[in-house]
């Protein structure tokens, strides 16, 4: 086969599997398809098919691709640090997505735990490393501002007082709620997550500003530090 032969094979095939993402969506794709499609808009003339494949056979699985590190993307023949990039782009974008979706004009207001829970979800997609967000709400819990406070290493983020509280003071905030992850860890907190905790809601209290919750994340689940210490409190008083 010709370079001419072989460049209108490639094209026909992308044509067939955009006009299959036209009528079905990603649901009808395999995994390999879905990066395969993907790489179309990095690599405008090569063969992705068979690098979706190599991507899914080194990783395992598409979030565990666009998980990856980097270096461990560009040890896969056909990838570049351009194309690595795009694929690292993709968690993010999604987070970036929800941010936005769950917002209506600069008032947002939040008063359900799981809804709160959900929009700190959306701000931890595809982060590796340890992040701690503080959200600043006035007194009818309209959102005013997120703040990423700190942005550690895998092994720990430093959480910051005086920053959470300048913020607050900032912010004319009647509310705050800290949010930060567990990468590929449990939703418990640690005894140092209880500690920085207590030590940040009695700052706050100074200024007259209320630690309203401090959520641990994990993927897509989440949990509530200030709710479930009110239920070991209730559990204990009975």
């Given at each position: 086969m010709?370079?001419?032969?072989?460049q209108?094979?490639?094209?026909?095939?992308?044509k067939?599997?955009?006009?299959r993402?036209?009528?079905?969506?990603?649901?009808?794709?395999?995994?390999?398809?879905?990066?395969?499609?993907?790489?179309?808009?990095a690599?405008?003339?090569?063969?992705t098919?068979?690098?979706?494949?190599?991507l899914?056979?080194?990783?395992?699985?598409?979030?565990?691709?666009?998980?990856?590190?980097?270096?461990?993307?560009?040890s896969?023949?056909?990838?570049s640090?351009?194309?690595?990039?795009?694929?690292?782009m993709?968690?993010?974008?999604?987070?970036?997505?929800?941010?936005?979706?769950?917002?209506?004009?600069?008032k947002?207001?939040?008063?359900?735990?799981?809804?709160?829970?959900?929009?700190?979800?959306?701000k931890?997609?595809?982060?590796?490393?340890?992040?701690?967000y503080?959200?600043?709400?006035?007194?009818g819990?309209h959102?005013?501002?997120?703040?990423?406070?700190?942005?550690?290493?895998?092994?720990g983020?430093?959480?910051?007082?005086?920053?959470?509280?300048?913020g607050?003071?900032?912010?004319?905030?009647?509310?705050?709620?800290?949010?930060?992850?567990h990468?590929?860890?449990?939703?418990?907190?640690?005894?140092?997550d209880?500690?920085?905790?207590?030590?940040c809601?009695?700052?706050l209290?100074?200024?007259?500003?209320?630690?309203?919750?401090?959520?641990?994340?994990?993927?897509?689940?989440y949990?509530?530090?200030c709710t479930?210490?009110?239920?070991?409190d209730?559990?204990?008083n009975?």
């Amino acid at each position: 086969m010709t370079p001419r032969d072989t460049q209108n094979t490639h094209a026909d095939h992308r044509k067939r599997l955009k006009a299959r993402f036209l009528e079905h969506g990603l649901s009808a794709f395999d995994k390999h398809e879905v990066l395969e499609m993907l790489l179309f808009y990095a690599l405008p003339r090569k063969d992705t098919n068979a690098i979706g494949h190599a991507l899914i056979d080194r990783f395992g699985s598409i979030s565990a691709v666009f998980d990856a590190s980097i270096e461990a993307l560009c040890s896969v023949q056909g990838i570049s640090e351009h194309t690595a990039i795009l694929l690292k782009m993709m968690p993010q974008l999604v987070g970036v997505y929800l941010y936005d979706l769950d917002r209506e004009g600069n008032k947002v207001k939040y008063f359900d735990y799981n809804e709160m829970g959900r929009f700190f979800v959306s701000k931890f997609v595809g982060k590796q490393t340890e992040a701690l967000y503080a959200a600043y709400f006035d007194n009818g819990m309209h959102l005013i501002d997120c703040t990423l406070i700190s942005d550690g290493e895998v092994n720990g983020s430093h959480m910051s007082v005086r920053k959470v509280v300048s913020g607050a003071l900032a912010n004319d905030a009647s509310f705050v709620v800290l949010a930060h992850n567990h990468p590929k860890g449990t939703v418990l907190p640690s005894d140092s997550d209880i500690t920085a905790t207590n030590v940040c809601k009695a700052a706050l209290n100074v200024v007259d500003v209320v630690l309203y919750e401090h959520y641990i994340i994990s993927g897509t689940r989440y949990m509530g530090l200030c709710t479930a210490q009110k239920m070991v409190d209730t559990e204990k008083n009975k």
